[in-house]
Antibody, heavy 121, light 107 residues
Framework: EVHVVESGGGLVKPGGSLRLSCAAS????????MNWVRQAPGKALEWVSD????????DYADSVKGRFTISRDNAKNSLYLQMNSLRAEDTAVYYC??????????????WGQGTLVTVSS | DIQMTQSPSSLSASVGDRVTITCRAS??????LAWYQQKPGKVPKLLIY???TLQSGVPSRFSGSGSGTDFTLTISSLQPEDFATYYC?????????FGQGTKVEIK
């Protein structure tokens, strides 16, 4: 059974940094792209970033480009999001979501429960 | 970047009603369109992909249609467990943008 579990959220001051992790199991991790999606309180879903299975292709939303860095460790079945220069508007629940396999066109079929990031002084 | 616009933003309906939600892409996206359902405090759930293909386990009262720029999610007979917020998403290329959501409430 597929599982993805996020961790690393918490309270951080504006300008600070935080690193989120996502542990995956139940599938061949290296064969799938992975995504971070966030949702501010009471707001819509916002795609943040994705990374291909081999880490060769990486994309970011404009709102986080230059501040956030996505990475993965296929040996550890883990996905990461390094968040720097955090702003109040980055406050959200951050979800890890499985994307398509390497040669597939498919949306996000498995999501973690999310980890809350609060940016406040 | 391609924008995804849903309408309406919210609607009130009764159990048994037929409900239709629209999603419009600012440029053509072929049929690379997904619909998700999110209940309060819960994780989004994939309902439909490729504009009209039902994800495994999703009830047949849900259906999707469209291609290019205009897409529709239809619930043929609204059930109590269907009251939720629905999101469309383009997933073919980055940015993999979501619509702003449509909240389906009980009338």
């Amino acid at each position: 059974e597929v599982h993805v579990v996020e961790s690393g959220g918490g309270l951080v001051k504006p300008g600070g940094s935080l690193r989120l992790s996502c542990a995956a199991s139940g599938f061949t991790f290296s064969s799938y792209s992975m995504n971070w999606v966030r949702q501010a309180p009471g707001k819509a879903l916002e795609w943040v970033s994705d990374i291909s299975g081999s880490s060769s292709d990486i994309d970011y939303a404009d709102s986080v480009k230059g501040r956030f860095t996505i990475s993965r460790d296929n040996a550890k079945n883990s996905l990461y999001l390094q968040m720097n220069s955090l702003r109040a508007e980055d406050t959200a629940v951050y979800y890890c979501a499985r994307g398509p396999c390497s040669s597939c066109r498919f949306p996000f079929d498995y999501w973690g429960q999310g980890t809350l990031v609060t940016v406040s002084s | 970047d391609i924008q995804m616009t849903q309408s309406p933003s919210s609607l009130s309906a009764s159990v048994g009603d037929r409900v239709t939600i629209t999603c419009r892409a600012s440029q053509g996206i072929s049929n690379d369109l997904a619909w998700y359902q999110q209940k309060p405090g819960k994780v989004p759930k994939l309902l439909i992909y490729a504009a009209s293909t039902l994800q495994s386990g999703v009830p047949s009262r849900f259906s999707g249609s469209g291609s290019g720029t205009d897409f529709t999610l239809t619930i043929s007979s609204l059930q109590p467990e269907d009251f939720a917020t629905y999101y469309c998403q383009k997933y073919n290329s980055a940015p993999r943008t979501f619509g702003q959501g449509t909240k389906v409430e009980i009338k």
